[in-house]
Nanobody
């Protein structure tokens, strides 16, 4: 199993920045992809960004050019640098990790609130 814990959420004014981090523990040796989803009240959980062990990444169109995902060489911590934040970025942000042939692992989420 993989356990995930998110850090770094909070309240920020529009135009500001936050950096989220997600620390993985447990069977991390088999993780091949990590990333972030977010869920705003009354909405579905949507992919924000993902990165693979090989360094490939993808972003939701709504965050391209503003958010940057990165991962440490040990593949046990994934980061999400969020710049130029907008009120519509307000959501609970969830970290996830994928391993071959295993159910996706999820963190408990961290609240990000962007005030206008």
């Amino acid at each position: 199993q993989v356990q995930l814990v998110e850090f770094g959420g909070g309240l920020v004014q529009a135009g500001g920045s936050l950096k989220l981090s997600c620390e993985a523990s447990g069977s991390i040796f088999s993780i091949n992809r990590m990333g972030w989803y977010r869920q705003a009240p009354g909405k579905e959980r949507d992919l924000v960004a993902a990165i693979t062990r090989g360094g490939s990444f993808n972003y939701a169109d709504s965050v391209k050019g503003r958010f940057t995902i990165s991962i440490n060489p040990a593949i046990d911590t994934v980061y999400l640098q969020m710049n130029s934040l907008k009120p519509e970025d307000t959501a609970v942000y969830y970290c996830y990790a994928d391993r071959p042939w295993e159910p996706r692992s999820w963190g408990r989420g961290t609240q990000v609130t962007v005030s206008s």
